[in-house]
Structure formats: structure tokens, C-alpha cells
């Protein structure tokens, strides 16, 4: 059965410090990998795609890395803001389908 | 602004009402879907239309019943529904049908908060 994996399930920080979000993932045959951010009361946006040949990838201060060997990705955000603090979800996407996670929630605090 | 309009973004109804969530997409895609999003789940496939013809059906319960009169609009009709069916509702559109392909992205609506009394 297809999984994916987050952690933390919830995150803490002080605006202005880095953060790094994690995903695990079982899903097979792998097509690509998406982060989105859903902010509270709204539907989710995507960030960052990757596709299998890809192991890195940015969007301003959010930079995304692919594994596909250990089938792990991570969301790193640099210098967090207020705005940041929404849910950030790991989809990963077989041919067909996509798979969610729960999501982490992450709270930047001033 | 995605592109994506849901309506009404909240919605209170007893168990014995029927209502409806309506979805809008102004990109031009072909596959739109209905989400069922739950506290501390993951989101929930429910429907997908692509090209107006229903090509996935999630083991839904029939109280939840959906409608795609064209490629534009999408509309999710409730009747009897239970206190567990309480969720956020989360309509979403794809250039692609079904077969997301290595660049399809899901473009969601803002969501229907649903909460059933």
C-alpha cells in the first residue's frame, strides 16, 4: 500500500531561523513528488515539484531535496517568517494517483 | 487566487437537510475532484470527473453525491449526512485527467468548511 510518511507532525520556531520538514514515502512506481503549503482555512498551493532525475529543487526560501534511492525527501526554509506558519504536505505521485501526508504544521513565532 | 472558487466556504446542516458545495474553475482544465480533508488525516480522494465523466469513485457513501454538468463546474450534493462527515471539503482542478502526468499539478479551491449538526 502506498504511504507517505511526515515528520514532525507539528513544529515550533523564532521567526528568522531555519527549519527543515521531512518525507518518507513507499509509493511505487514513482512519477514525482510535490510539497504544497496550506495555510489555515484555505486550500493547499504547490511549492516545489521534483521528478525522479531531480534531487533538488527551490522556490525563493523554501528548498526542496529528493532521495529516490532512500525514498525521502525534505523541505528546508530559510530566515522563517510569520507567514510562513501553515500546514506543509508531502504528495507523492505514483503514475495515476497521489498519495498525501498528514502534513506538518509548523507555528513561527516573533 | 488559484483559479479554483468553492462555495459556500462554510456550511452548517442537520443530519436530516440536503444541501449542495459548488466548485467553479476558470483554467481551462479537463479533471476536476472533490477532497475530503479531517483533522490530523490525510486528504481523501473522493470523486474524479475528467472531461464530465465520473473515472473514480472512492468507495463514497451514497449520501455524498456528485454532479459535473460540464467541465467548468463540479457540485457535491448532501443528504442525511452524519456528524463524522464534518471535514473540510476541498474541490481541485488539473490540466490533465486522470492520468496525472509528470508535471500535473492539482490547483485547489479555498475549501467548503462542512459541519454537520
Known amino acids: 500500500k502506498n504511504q507517505v510518511e511526515q515528520s514532525p507532525q507539528s513544529l515550533i520556531i523564532l521567526e528568522g531561523k531555519n527549519c527543515t520538514l521531512q518525507?518518507?514515502?513507499?509509493?511505487?512506481?514513482?512519477?514525482?513528488l510535490r510539497w504544497y503549503k496550506q495555510d489555515t482555512g484555505r486550500g493547499p498551493v504547490s511549492l516545489t515539484i521534483m521528478t525522479f532525475s531531480e534531487n533538488t529543487k527551490s522556490n525563493g526560501r523554501y528548498t526542496a531535496t529528493l532521495d529516490a534511492d532512500t525514498k525521502q525527501s525534505s523541505l528546508h526554509i530559510t530566515a522563517s517568517q510569520l507567514s510562513d506558519s501553515a500546514s506543509y504536505i508531502c504528495v507523492v505521485s505514483e503514475i495515476y494517483i497521489p498519495t498525501f501526508g498528514r502534513g506538518t504544521s509548523l507555528i513561527v513565532h516573533p | 487566487e488559484t483559479g479554483v472558487t468553492q462555495t459556500p466556504r462554510h456550511l452548517v446542516m442537520g443530519m436530516t437537510n440536503k444541501k449542495s458545495l459548488k466548485c467553479e474553475q476558470h483554467?481551462?482544465?479537463?479533471?476536476m475532484y472533490w477532497y475530503k480533508q479531517s483533522a490530523k488525516k490525510p486528504l481523501e480522494l473522493m470523486f474524479v470527473?475528467?472531461?464530465?465523466?465520473?473515472?473514480e469513485n472512492n468507495s463514497v457513501p451514497s449520501r455524498f453525491s456528485p454532479e459535473c454538468p460540464n467541465s467548468s463546474h463540479l457540485f457535491l450534493h448532501l443528504h442525511t449526512l452524519q456528524p463524522e462527515d464534518s471535514a473540510l471539503y476541498l474541490c481541485a482542478s488539473s490540466q490533465e485527467g486522470r492520468w496525472i502526468s509528470n508535471t500535473g499539478e492539482l490547483f485547489f479551491g479555498e475549501g467548503s468548511r462542512l459541519t454537520v449538526l
Open positions: 518525507c518518507n514515502y513507499t509509493v511505487s512506481p514513482f512519477s514525482n
Open positions: 483554467l481551462g482544465h479537463n479533471a
Open positions: 470527473y475528467s472531461l464530465e465523466e465520473r473515472v
